[in-house]
């Protein structure tokens, strides 16, 4: 299997990057509703922040870089052609996913930097509070992160749903060429 996509499957790269954003989000959904709950004598009070925000930090790179990747190479083409307003759902869906990987760090950045701490990304590095743009950063930047976050989940689910349809009722080879097959 080649790093790069090709015109029929995709590279070694898109596929990892794909998944490792997958596993990024089974963690990071979880952690959120967990951490939310926390009280300061839990034992995971510190733990779960400290992952959430570091592979949210991670997972936002991640999503820049795969963009990038997206923009400069090439990509298998689409499955043969569908009703136009499904064309338009799928794409409608990739878009909004795309947003949501890039809102709800934003917005996890903004609500962690309120109070003018710096983030710990792994003992790794720090980014630091940067700016306080508006009043109530914290409260506002928390829905917008938690909305965004349900978003996404729906997202998710419709993005399954339609590479299931792909795969059982299309029969094309959508989901074989995100497994690398």
């Known amino acids: 299997m080649k790093i790069k996509n090709t015109t029929t499957h995709y590279g070694l790269l ?3 990057v794909h998944w490792l954003t997958v596993i990024f989000i089974a963690i990071l959904f979880p952690s959120g509703l967990i951490m ?6 839990d034992s995971g009070y510190q733990t ?3 992952i959430h925000k570091s592979l949210g930090v991670l997972l936002f790179s991640l999503t820049i870089g795969r963009m990038l990747w997206l923009l400069l ?3 298998p083409p689409e499955p043969l052609p569908q009703s136009p307003l499904l064309h338009l759902l799928a794409k409608s869906v990739h878009a909004l996913l795309y947003l949501c ?7 996890g950045y903004l609500i962690s930097t309120a109070d003018g701490r710096s983030i710990d990304v792994f003992n790794w590095f720090s980014l630091p509070a940067l700016f306080t743009p508006f009043k109530n950063q914290a409260d506002i ?3 917008i992160h938690a909305t965004a976050a349900w978003g996404l989940m729906t997202l998710i689910a419709l993005h399954v749903v339609g590479t299931l349809k792909h795969h ?3 029969k094309d080879n959508i989901l074989k060429r995100m497994f690398g097959l």
């Open 101 to 107: 990987l890039l809102l709800i760090p934003v917005s």
């Open 168 to 170: 059982f009722i299309n």
């Open 48 to 50: 779960y922040p400290h």
């Open 14 to 16: 898109s596929i990892g």
């Open 141 to 143: 930047a928390g829905n």
């Open 73 to 75: 190479l090439s990509k």
């Open 36 to 41: 939310v709950d926390l009280d300061y004598y």
